[in-house]
């Protein structure tokens, strides 16, 4: 009887223990993404480290470590360094989709990071990769089980890839994979990003919009910091 009461016990006080980790690794995330919501990129590399160390495994951290990654990557000036961090962000991201494969913070952050370093490499020369990186931010997308602000990074994401891949000449990405590069979808994941994020223009003004206009739309979130917000 009493090697029962103690193995019940041990059983109790795991299952206690295992709800504090999960409560206190919430709180930390809950605490990063108000960190980034301040822009305070230190705070937050601090806040999300400590949460690594309590639940490595954990979907919710690895998606928050891949976004910190991306972020770090922005603001490395050592081209080696910065490729570096942008592919720790992708392995961060798959491996929160290997957790819960319907993560939609993880499908965006890794669109983020291979459109990095498909800019970094030259979008025409990796397009395997360039089209993995539609593919993420579509999913994510679909998903649509985050923050108005994820899933206007995703809009983001897909509009700019978009606007990148039509550049070329349509006969002459076909042969690399990217011949659905178009710059209506662009511009309509462009007006979808201010929708569900800063809502700059709506629907109802699209009509109001020549091709000069978006442009500056266009240009107005690809220097934006506040996208890092997202």
């Known amino acids: 009887m009493r090697r029962i009461n103690l193995t019940l016990a041990f059983i109790v006080l795991a299952t206690l223990c295992t709800v504090a980790l999960r409560a206190d690794v919430t709180a930390l995330c809950r605490e990063f993404d108000e960190a980034m919501e301040s822009l305070d990129v230190k705070g937050a590399k601090g806040i999300i480290d400590r949460a690594g160390k309590e639940d490595p495994q954990s979907c919710q951290v690895l998606y928050r470590q891949a976004r910190m990654n991306v972020i770090l990557g922005d603001m490395e000036t050592n081209e080696e360094r910065r490729s570096v ?15 819960n494969n319907t993560c939609m913070g993880a499908y965006v952050y890794r669109a ?21 990186v539609r593919d993420d931010a579509t999913t994510a997308i679909q998903l649509r089980n985050d923050t108005p602000q994820r899933l206007a990074a995703a809009y983001y994401i897909l509009g700019r890839t978009h606007l990148n891949v039509q550049r070329k000449p349509k006969i002459l990405r076909m042969p690399l994979g990217l011949g659905w590069g178009n710059y209506d979808e662009a511009l309509n994941h462009y007006l979808n990003n201010g929708i569900h994020n800063y809502k700059l223009i709506n629907k109802d003004e699209l009509e109001n919009y ?3 206009d978006w442009e500056k739309y266009i240009n107005y979130y ?9």
């Open 85 to 99: 961090l942008y592919n720790q962000a992708v392995d961060a991201a798959t491996k929160a989709l290997q957790r």
């Open 112 to 132: 983020a990071a291979n459109g990095k370093i498909a800019l970094t490499k030259g979008i025409f020369s990796v397009g395997g990769v360039v089209t993995s």
């Open 210 to 212: 020549n091709i000069f």
């Open 222 to 230: 690809k220097n934006s910091s506040q996208f890092h917000r997202a």
